[in-house]
């Protein structure tokens, strides 16, 4: 035992030991990155996706079905290209309103009104996105998959029941490669256009969610 003790205590004495120790640099820092597992050099990817809009006229509801292209520059920058189609309801205020209206008609009254409602069709635009974040995750242990964190904007035209209008968006969205050619997207983007009603123009401020899939080529 006090040979050991012996042996410990001298370790100090070892100068390959000492030189080492001194030699390390507490302050040094090294920075690893892992590449990206999805080349995006000069590639297209084709996508679709499924949204819902909150916001903007109280009486609607509106859904969408969408489709994109972008052409991926590199791994940090795309330019692209966006169709959406749009299906709208009344939402329960809506249709309590437009009740009262057909109630009132049917009992021949003559003082009844009916909201004025301009709904959208269909839109087109044109995109840039940045991709400033990435990293890697395990994918529920079925293997290490890569996802990107974008930031997204674009100008096009919205066609309204009134006719056609300038469109502006911005978001942000995220998107999971499952393999190398396959990605799965969410996305959260304001959109602002002017409407026409009876009264005049006025501004629709509208906030979309969707969930896609893209298809890298």
Same mark, same amino acid.
């Given at each position: 035992a006090r040979s050991t003790v012996s042996r410990l205590d001298t370790l100090g004495g070892n100068e390959k030991l000492v030189d080492m120790a001194t030699s390390m640099?507490?302050?040094? %820092? +090294?920075r690893i990155v892992q590449d990206r597992i999805v080349d995006r050099h000069n590639t297209f990817e084709f996508g679709g996706n499924y949204g819902m809009v909150a916001g903007g006229d109280s009486y609607l509801r509106t859904q969408n079905f969408g489709a994109s #292209?972008?052409? =991926?520059? /590199?791994?940090?920058? +795309?330019?692209? $290209?966006r169709y959406y189609d749009y299906g709208n309801q009344l939402t329960p205020e809506?249709?309590? !309103?437009?009740?009262?209206?057909?109630? &009132?008609?049917? $009992? *021949?009254? %003559?003082?009844? @009104?009916?909201p004025d409602i301009d709904y959208p069709l269909h839109s087109m635009m044109?995109? !840039?996105?940045?991709?400033? !974040?990435?990293g890697?995750? /395990?994918l529920l242990d079925w293997g290490i998959a890569q996802f990107d964190?974008?930031? #997204?904007?674009g100008y096009g035209q919205i066609q309204l029941s +009134?006719? @056609?209008? /300038?469109?502006a968006m911005a978001g942000t969205g995220i998107a999971l490669w499952m393999t190398k =050619?396959? +990605? &799965? %997207? $969410?996305?959260?983007?304001?959109? *602002?256009?002017?409407?026409?009603?009876?009264?005049?123009?006025?501004? #629709?401020?509208t906030v979309n969610m969707s969930v896609g899939l893209g298809i890298l080529l």
């Open positions: 640099d507490p302050g040094n %820092r +090294s #292209i972008d052409f =991926h520059i /590199n791994p940090r920058i +795309s330019i692209g $290209a809506g249709q309590r !309103v437009f009740q009262e209206a057909r109630d &009132a008609y049917n $009992a *021949g009254g %003559r003082s009844y @009104s009916i044109g995109t !840039v996105s940045w991709y400033p !974040v990435y890697k995750t /395990n964190m974008y930031l #997204i904007g +009134s006719g @056609s209008t /300038n469109l =050619h396959l +990605s &799965a %997207r $969410a996305e959260l983007r304001y959109q *602002g256009y002017k409407d026409q009603i009876i009264t005049g123009p006025r501004d #629709i401020n």
